[in-house]
């Protein structure tokens, strides 16, 4: 694991020199998922659920490098594709497998409906998670109710799960491998340090494999 991108985000973050340990432990756990054909679920409110789907879009998609199709996809691809849609192959890119749950609205408004709206999370978790999977879960205080019963599930599902969160960890402390949690309290300030914590991991991810 490429760690120079990680010192590199603490050079410019020195705030983020406590948790630097915590991210190279995300980072590889996250290695370790997709090496054994797991995929990330992500989820969080607010600002922190559009940097869930930030996160989602790193991994989905070149983020820093290039990601071609190997000769053998472009060899099956071309078989299947008229003559004026050849971009096809040289466009698209391999993705890391990764979901953000904050995005799938009729389910959302269904189960908030009909159910109970803490539950949005976690009934996605039950649906998705497979074996060797990733629960992400981005909340400021560590005590937002739908991502801390989305962790109570992936936890009884034998998930992993990585936190992402202000100084004190809140409830997610507890129901987490790993927690990130940045020395501050105030919501807008955590996040502006959730976002180089993710973009360091995102790319050391993606560095490891397709650098």
Not at 1 to 15: G, L, S
Not at 175 to 183: F, R, W
């Amino acid at each position: 694991m490429n760690q120079v991108i990680i010192e590199d985000t603490i050079k410019r973050y020195p705030k983020l020199y406590q948790c630097s340990e915590q991210i190279k432990m995300a980072c590889q756990t996250i290695i370790n998922c997709y090496e054994n054909n797991g995929k990330v679920l992500v989820c969080g409110n607010g600002g922190s659920a559009s940097d869930s789907e930030h996160i989602v879009g790193e991994l989905m998609k070149g983020f820093l490098m290039k990601r071609p199709l190997n000769q053998e996809h472009k060899a099956k691809l071309v078989q299947y594709i008229d003559q004026n849609d050849q971009y096809l192959i040289e466009k698209l890119q391999y993705g890391l497998p990764a979901i953000s749950l904050v995005n799938h609205n009729s389910l959302v408004t269904a189960v908030s409906n009909d159910n109970h709206g803490d539950l949005i999370f976690a009934q996605q978790v039950l649906g998705f998670a497979k074996e060797n999977d990733i629960l992400i879960g981005l909340s400021t205080s560590g005590n937002s109710k739908n991502v801390v019963l989305a962790f109570s599930v992936a936890k009884a599902l034998n998930l992993k799960t990585i936190a992402l969160t202000g100084l004190n960890g809140g409830k997610l402390k507890d129901l987490s491998d790993i927690l990130i949690a940045v020395p501050e309290t105030e919501t807008y300030k955590v996040q502006e340090l959730h976002l180089p914590v993710y973009h360091a991991i995102c790319a050391v991810v993606e560095q490891y494999f397709f650098g």
